[in-house]
Structures are given as C-alpha cells and as structure tokens.
C-alpha cells in the first residue's frame, strides 16, 4: 500500500503474522487467546466465533473446548491456535514463518488448502518463510529466495519450479 515500513506504522492494522509459539499467550486457553486478539483487531465474539466455526477442521477436535491452557498443548496445536488467530480480523497481508513444522500431514493439507483459499482473494497477500520447498512450491505462486537478505532468486512457481529450487540450493 505504498507504506514504508520503518517509518511509519500505518500498515499494522491490516498486517497480523505468526512467527512462531513464543507470540501465544500461553497462560490462556486458545478460546480466551482468539478473543483477545478479536478484540485487539476490532472484532465481536460472534465474529471470531464465525473464522474458528470455519476452520473447524483444521483444529482437528484437538484444541477447541478442551478447557487446556496454550502452553498445555503440543508445538503442533499451538502452531494452530497461532495460525487461525493472525487471521482474525481478516488482515491484507498475512505471514507465517515456517507454518508446516511440527505439524501431521492431514494438518500441513488443510493448511495448504487455507492457504490457497487466502491468496484466491486479491485484497490478500500471504508471505510463507519456510525451508521446506516442497510445501513452499505448492501454495506459492512466487517464490524469492534470500540469502544474507538479499534477493538470490525470484521466480513464479510452475511445474519445474521445485526441481529449479532444488539444482539452485544443492551443494
């Protein structure tokens, strides 16, 4: 949105990431965590009722209810509660740091289906930083490889996208 970043704040009201467990609030049970953040982003229990009642399967019957503090659950439940949170407020831009560890593969298909389902809306932009170039492959339509935070590669995904990454990272 023509916002530069480390002069002004303007763009954190339509920006919300999860980077990793340690941003949970671990003493909260993920029902009292989602409406924390529903409330800091402007949202109604109704609303944030609605975004989790969506992404029910993704919880898996794992983490809803469960009358469990955040940091009771696994890295992998947690990861969840993070995921589905930075969404509530339905943000512009969305990142997520490395969003497939410590998940099972029936949860990083379901997150690979949020994702797409994300970004087939124009107003969103999803950023993944992951080493995981599998994954990466199949929910980006771009990928820009950094190193040392300079851009080394910038291709938008095919299907000869993840042999191209994996000739340009061997050794």
């Known amino acids: 949105n ?7 704040e303007k763009w954190k009201p339509f920006t919300a990431s999860f980077l990793d467990e340690s941003f949970l609030i671990g003493y909260l049970t993920p029902e009292e965590y989602f ?3 529903g ?11 609605a975004l989790l009642s969506k992404h029910e399967e993704f919880f898996n019957g794992e983490i809803l209810k469960s009358k469990k503090y955040i940091r009771d659950f696994s890295k992998g439940n947690q990861k969840k509660v993070g995921i589905i949170a930075t969404l509530i407020g339905s943000p512009e831009v969305i ?20 994702i797409k389902e994300l ?7 999803v950023l993944v930083s992951s ?29 000869e996208t993840l042999k191209e990454l994996e000739e340009f990272f061997a050794v």
């Open 119 to 125: 970004a087939d809306d124009p107003r969103v932009t």
């Open 2 to 8: 023509g916002i530069q970043i480390n002069t002004s």
């Open 39 to 49: 409330e800091l982003r402007g949202q109604n229990k109704a609303d944030v009722d």
């Open 95 to 114: 990142i997520l740091d490395e969003p497939f560890a410590n998940l099972d593969p029936t949860t990083q298909f379901r997150l690979k289906k949020i």
């Open 131 to 159: 080493h995981d170039l599998m994954h990466t492959v199949e929910v980006s339509d771009r990928i820009v490889a950094l190193h040392k935070g300079e851009v080394v590669k910038d291709i938008n995904t095919s299907a």
């Open 35 to 37: 409406y924390f953040i």
